[in-house]
Structure formats: C-alpha cells, structure tokens
C-alpha cells in the first residue's frame, strides 16, 4: 500500500564537489544543523552550509554552499565523520586512527590528540558521564575480539574501557553500558560494565553486510535474517514487530514512523506502526544511508540527496482521501510523539471525524458510529448531508475545509433508495443515543428536530416515545412536518408538549369524528378522555365534556371520576355542576353519583338518596319492560340494597313511599330495619318472602354495630315471627322447620329459659336437643368465666391493699412541745407540713418557703397516725 512519504531532494551536486575529477568518491557523510561534511577517497573532507527553502507551493529545495575543504595528509579514504558539536570538534577516522579537528576550520587540536587501532567507531548518544563538555566513543579495535570505550575532550582523548568479545566484531552501536555487536555468526548485547552478554539471533557476516543502528533509549535496528530488519532492546526482547525488507540492504535509517531502507536499486520505506512496507523510490548505485537529527541523508559515490518527509497531516490526509482509513489513524496516533499535545488533539479529532465520514459512506455504521463518538463530531456534520432535517433557524455551517466530499445523501448513496434508507436507520439510532449525552449541548433543538423528522417520515414506533418525554423539538418545523405527514396524533403530543393543549384536543377529536385520518391509535377516543381527566384546564374539560358523554356516557364520565385525588379532595370542580351537567346521561349520573357515595364516601344526604332514587327507578323501569329479572336488574337490586344497608344518610321515608306498592319487599324490610320497626321487616321477610335465611341474615345485619344485648332482641323477634304466625306454628312445617334450624344453629343467641316459655308443649326434647345441648353449655360457660371473673377482681383488689400499705409509711407523732423547723416555735393546732426528709413545719411556714412541691400537707383529722 502505497504513501508519499518522502520525496528525494538533491542537496549536493557531483560538479560542486569534484568538478571534472572523476575519480573523487564520497565515502562518508556527517550532518549537524546545517553543517553537511563529507569524506572522499582522496583523503578530503568538505565543508558544506546547507540552506532549506520552501516555496509558496510547498516544494522543498536545498541550497548547498561550500565552506572549505581540508586534505588530511594520508593516503587512503576518510572512513567515517562524526560531529561532536559540545566540543565544537568532528571525529574523523582515517587509516585506522580517529583525529579530532575543528568543525569550523577542519584543522587538528594542537595536542594531536587521536584515537589509534580503530577499525570502525561510533559514539554514545546516551552517555554514562554527566560531563557536558565530553563525548563518548566505542570503537571496534584492530586488535581480534577488542571494543575500546574512550571518553574524548576538546584536545584530548582517554580510554575508559577495553571489552573482549566472544567473535570477531564488525558493527557496534551504544546506548549507555550497553553495546549492541553484530559479531561473526550472531548478534549479541552486551554490557561492557557488568561483562553480561545476551544472545539475539545469528546471522552470517559472510552472506550479508550488518546492520546495527540505535533507534531510541535502549533500543536497537539490526538486518536480521530473511530480510527482516530486527528490533530489540538491551533486555533482548523486540517490542515491535519486524519489518520486511530486501535481502540486500546497505543501510538503515530511522524517520519516526518510518523506517527507511536502502539496497542496490531502491530506497524502501517501512512503517513502525504496522511493518508494512508504504514507500518505494528507485536509486541506484546508493551506498551510504544515515540519519542525522531526524533528517534522512542518503548518498552515491558522486552525490548527496535528501529524504524530505512531506507533513504527517498531508500523509493522513492523503490516505484518507484513498480510503485507507486504518492507515491513517495507525499513522496519526504514531504521530503524537512528533506534534505537541494541544495541536495532536485537534488535528487526531479531525481526523477520526473524516475516518468516520469514509466509514459512513461505505455503509459501514458500526465503525463509523465509533469514531464519531471518538472525534466528538458535532452531529449536525451529519445531519446536514440529510436534505431538510436541520431546522431553517439553525445557525449550523460545516466545517471548513470540509470533513467529506459529499453534498448530502443524495450524492453520497447516487439516489439508491436501499442504501439512503439504511443511512436513516443509522443516524436515527446515532441521534437516539447522543441526545441525552454532553455532544447534544448547544444545539439540542437541532437534534430532537431532526430526530422527529426522521420518526415520522419512517412512521417509527419510537416518534411518540419522543413527544412524551422531554425533548427540544421546534415547534414550528416540527409541526409543519408531521402535518406533511398526516401524523396528527403526534402533532397533538408535540402541542400538548408545548403548552398548547386546546390545538391538541381540537386535532384529537377531528380524529375521533373522522374529519382527518390517522390510525396511531385505536382507542384514541380513551386517550382523550383519559388527558381531559388529567388536564388542570377546567375550561377545556367544560368545553369537551358533552362530546365525550355523548360519545360513551360510562366512559366519559371518568373525565368527573379519575380526576386526581388532591383536585377533588380541594373541590376544584363543583360536584354540584357535574351533576346538572350529567342530568342529560342517566347512566354517567349515576357512575358519578357512586363516586361521590361510594368511592370518596362524601356525606351529603342529597347525594344518597339522589343515588338511591336512580337504582330505584332504574330497577322498576327494567321491571317494567321485561317478565324476568335480567342481569342487569339483578346487579341493581345488589347495589341498591347494599346502599340501603351501609349507608344512614338518605331519606328513608321517602324511599319507602317510591317503594311502597312494588315488589320490592326486601328493599321494604331494610328501610323498616332503619327506622327500628323490625317486627315489620321481619313479618316481610318471613310471611310475604319466605326468605327465612334473609331473615336471619337481616338480623345479624341490623345489630352488627349494637351489642349483644339488642342482637339477642332480634333474635327473639325472629323467633316469634316464626312460633307466631296466622295459624300458629303447627300449622305451618316450614316456619316450624325454620324455628327448629334458627335454634339449632343460634342457641348462644338465646336466653333459653324464656324461650322455654314460648315453645309449644308438643315439641320433643330430642328436636331440640341441640339447641338444649349448646344452651346448657354457654350457661356453664357464663357461670365459670363470672367465676374466673371474680377472682380475678378479688386478686386484684388485693394487689391494690398491698400497695396502699406500702404508700402509708411510719406514724408522724405530734405534741404540744414539738416545734417548727422552721420558725422554733409550738404547734397550737394539728396542722402541720412534713417534708420529704421527715422535718415537721407549719403549714404557713412551709409556704413561705416555698416548699409546696416538695412537701406533702397533713392533718391529724385526715390521718389516725398523727
């Protein structure tokens, strides 16, 4: 996969430092700032300024002026050049020996200080010596198996180490005690302090030239085998994975995130950040690559060239405009060691926003969806490719330059309609969940406007969800929108929403009457009545109250029924006007007349007996129409009598003149139960009804709040009815049957020695015998719990004996020379005040001591112990 990362640039032409001598070879380079120093066969070393310049077109060019150039006496090539810019000297290792000189003249130190024996050299770019004024160089030594360390001055040189290694070394590089040595057969690493050695991987010096290069602290580049340049630390380990070179490579460089390789006809260019391989630009006949400071020099035998690396943000900028996303955010993360933070946040943020806007148009949402959450794209970005969804008052403008290349959706999915629909699906899920996050701040209308516009146009379930929770939607693009799309409910919502709930209640009922269409819901007509229960705008509940009565009077009266319990609990609405409002719906009157009755237990005798005359008349106009009791009836007569029984407040006689002359007897015996006529209600349950478990029922019923005593009266009153009715009770087996099963059942009841008195003489022991049996026993029963009663009274009587003994204390004993502790003088009267500690005081004494609460008077007339 191919980058721009580089572009090779010309810095020193073969005219400007050979002219006609074809012969001059470069051997060696050095760089420091803009000192470019180069080394040839003939034993010279030039002195080049190089001056950099970029054109309004962004192309970088190198000027290149000679300073000087200094034959150095031998007669073979200058090796190696490195600067030392502490000492202002540069190392130059010719013939087998490094001579200091002077950067600027290229003249040696007068002391002659030198380095004899060395083969090759390098120096310690992470020195052990704190001294700033000195510089530390490791040489492979001519002597087998040697590496030397020497600590170098400005004018002069001293050894610090002499190391033996295990093979013959031919390449070395140092980071502080660590030598990394590309040996024989093998690298190693080595720390020349401890002796220590660490085996990396072999390799064979016959086959291959090494490559050994520090990369960073305490890291290493070595041409490992199959043509992979290795990375290892001083601990032998390699964090990174190798990169694929040529099996041939001269040399190495390092251009943070790359790393650049050069053989016989190519310079390669390698990422760090994922080993693949991004760059390739042909030169032949290169035989020195090195970097200096970041900068990439590479070199042939007649001329210097320069790797230029194009800006990091135009090589992202480059791969996302091919698409090559992960790429180019491998590429902008590994950039943020080389940009300062502030400016790496801003630039990387952009970035994933682009990233984000590729992964979109190529329908790959997941993706998408997460670096624009990783950008903190501000969503309107993407809102504006979709045609219309922004509201006209949004202030929104893209981003300059832009973040995609896209007009709007349109463009983007070339007016495929599966594809724009899936692009809706997406930003409808991305709007939902960012809404409520910190990226919706700021322009929260625009998002829940959009968002609605999407719910709508995609008739989405979620549109009312929206509406009924707090959102930011704008009214008037929002209304003109779902009116566009005949969603006339959710216009209702979004009114209501806004304060505007009479244009909500008109939109609703044109639906319910079917002047405009909308199927949202079915029972919207329920929804209505349920909103106007809740509405605190009571004008509104007037204006629609007769529409929802007249619609379904036992639905619509709920607007009266369900209204919130502290409204009606304040009377905010008039019962009294719901009434008259009801008169017109019989059957809402009365659902609202039970409200107030039965549900809110309201305590007004118009509102019962206003109630209990509707059950009245509803049951004797059923009756009226129809031979049998239907359903309906039934469930009126349970109602009404169970009205008749529970409440006190209506007007008894006045139902009983509406129920006189009907069949309503057992209605006639509960409203003679209320007025304590009993033998009345009793001979109707008896005689006219025969209902003998009604009666019983009626007796239990009429005395359940009074005590045992009126319970027991009725009891004899039933008992009576039976034993007395026309014809007396032989005459009849039923009232018989009935007497029998009434004291057989009830005998705890009765007080069995009067009833003793009323049963006729022909009754057998045995018929009764169960109510004997159990009479005898609650007699016995009575007995003993007095019995039990009476001890305990006794017991407890004493108990309180016992403690008034204990309250009385010793005798307080009075005479005529007794005196008072306070004034000394006689008492004259038996009046007298004894305080708590026993001392005897007069009465006005004890006052004037103030010490009535702590003193208790007494008097001998009140005490047979003075």
């Given at each position: 996969?191919s ?11 073969r ?65 190696e ?65 040697t ?9 002069r040189?001293?050894?610090v ?22 040996l ?74 790359y ?42 035998n007649?001329g ?30 590994g ?19 682009q ?16 670096l624009?959450r ?71 209308e ?10 709508a146009?995609a ?29 006339y ?31 949202t ?23 629609y ?133 009993h033998?009345?209600?009793l ?66 009841e ?112 009140s005490?047979?112990?003075?």
């Amino acid at each position: 996969m191919s980058v721009k990362a580089f572009k090779l640039v010309c810095a020193v032409e073969r005219e400007m430092l050979m002219g006609d001598k074809a012969h001059i070879n470069i051997e060696c380079i050095e760089c420091c700032g803009k000192n470019l120093y180069i080394g040839t066969n003939d034993c010279f070393i030039y002195h080049f300024l190089l001056d950099e310049k970029i054109s309004t077109a962004g192309k970088t060019t190198f000027a290149a002026t000679k300073q000087l150039h200094k034959y150095l006496g031998f007669k073979k090539s200058v090796s190696e050049l490195k600067a030392a810019s502490a000492l202002t000297r540069l190392l130059v290792l010719c013939d087998n020996t490094i001579t200091l000189v002077n950067m600027l003249n290229l003249e040696p130190v007068p002391t002659g200080a030198r380095i004899k024996g060395a083969v090759t050299f390098t120096l310690n770019e992470n020195p052990v010596s704190t001294d700033p004024f000195c510089v530390e160089v490791c040489i492979i030594s001519v002597k087998r198996r040697t590496i030397q360390m020497f600590v170098v001055f400005e004018d002069r040189v001293q050894i610090v180490k002499e190391v033996f290694t295990p093979e013959q070394p031919y390449a070395v590089a140092v980071d502080g005690h660590y030598l990394c040595l590309a040996l024989t057969t093998q690298y190693i690493i080595l720390n020349y302090d401890t002796g220590s050695s660490q085996d990396l991987f072999p390799y064979c010096s016959d086959e291959r030239r090494p490559i050994v290069k520090r990369i960073g602290r305490q890291e290493f580049l070595l041409a490992g085998p199959g043509g992979l340049g290795m990375f290892a630390t001083v601990d032998g380990i390699s964090q990174r994975a190798p990169v694929h070179w040529s099996e041939n490579v001269i040399g190495a460089a390092l251009c943070f995130p790359y790393v650049v390789a050069l053989d016989e006809e190519f310079i390669t260019v390698h990422s760090m950040l994922d080993q693949q391989q991004k760059q390739t630009l042909p030169f032949k006949e290169g035989h020195i690559l090195q970097d200096f400071e970041g900068r990439v020099i590479v070199a042939t035998n007649k001329g210097v060239y320069i790797l230029v690396p194009l800006p990091l943000e135009k090589q992202i900028q480059d791969l996302l405009a091919s698409h090559r996303v992960e790429e180019a955010l491998v590429l902008a993360k590994g950039a943020r060691r080389n940009i300062p933070k502030e400016k790496f946040q801003v630039m990387y943020k952009r970035i994933l926003q682009q990233a984000g806007f590729i992964q979109f148009a190529q329908l790959q949402f997941l993706e998408a969806k997460e670096l624009f959450r990783s950008g903190q794209l501000d969503v309107r970005e993407l809102i504006s490719l979709y045609p219309f969804l922004l509201p006209p008052s949004s202030s929104f403008i893209r981003s300059h330059p832009p973040l995609h290349e896209y007009a709007d959706l349109n463009q983007l999915t070339q007016g495929d309609q599966e594809k724009m629909a899936k692009c809706k699906r997406f930003l409808m899920s991305y709007l939902n969940e960012v809404r409520s996050t910190d990226v919706a701040n700021g322009y929260k209308e625009d998002i829940d406007t959009a968002l609605l516009k999407l719910y709508a146009e995609a008739n989405h379930e979620s549109l009312l969800d929206l509406l009924v929770s707090e959102n930011f939607c704008l009214l008037t693009d929002s209304a003109a929108w779902l009116e566009k799309h005949k969603k006339y409910f959710a216009l209702g919502l979004l009114y209501h929403y806004n304060g505007q709930d009479a244009a909500a209640l008109q939109l609703w009922v044109k639906i319910v009457n079917g002047d405009i269409q909308d199927a949202t819901r079915s029972d919207l007509y329920e929804y209505v009545v349920d909103f106007l229960t809740f509405c605190s705008d009571q004008e509104l509940v007037w204006k629609y109250s007769e529409w929802v009565l007249q619609k379904n009077e036992e639905v619509g009266v709920q607007i009266f029924t369900k209204r919130p319990l502290e409204e009606q609990e304040k009377n905010n609405m008039n019962p009294d006007d719901i009434i008259s409002c009801l008169n017109k719906y019989p059957k809402s009157l009365v659902k609202y007349l039970e409200h107030l009755v039965l549900e809110r237990k309201i305590e007004k005798e118009k509102y019962h007996t206003h109630l209990a005359v509707l059950y009245l008349e509803a049951i004797l106009h059923l009756k009226s129409v129809a031979t049998d009791n239907c359903t309906e009836t039934t469930e009126l007569l349970l109602k009404l009598r169970s009205l008749l029984q529970k409440s006190d407040l209506y007007r008894i006689h006045f139902i009983l003149e509406k129920v006189r002359g009907t069949d309503l007897h057992m209605e006639s015996a509960i409203l003679y139960g209320k007025l304590e006529e009993h033998e009345k209600a009793l001979h109707i349950l008896v005689h006219e009804l025969r209902d003998f478990g009604a009666a019983r029922e009626y007796c239990a019923w009429s005395a359940a709040s009074r005590g045992p005593r009126y319970r027991r009266r009725l009891f004899h009153m039933l008992l009576g009815a039976y034993l007395g009715g026309s014809g007396g009770a032989a005459s009849d087996g039923a009232l018989v049957a009935a007497a029998v099963d009434l004291l057989n059942g009830h005998a705890a009841e009765f007080d069995a020695a009067r009833v003793l008195q009323l049963l006729p003489e022909s009754w057998s022991v045995q018929l009764l015998s169960p109510f004997l049996a159990g009479a005898v026993r609650q007699s016995v029963h009575a007995r003993r719990m007095s019995r039990v009663a009476l001890g305990l009274a006794h017991a407890e009587n004493l108990i309180y004996k016992h403690e008034k003994v204990k309250q009385r204390g010793p005798p307080i004993l009075l005479s005529d020379k007794a005196a008072c502790q306070v004034c000394q003088k006689p008492f004259c009267e038996p009046v007298f005040v004894r305080d708590p500690h026993g001392a005897v005081v007069h009465t006005h004494c004890a006052a004037s001591r103030h010490l009535n609460s702590n003193v208790a008077p007494c008097s001998s007339s009140s005490s047979n112990q003075t």
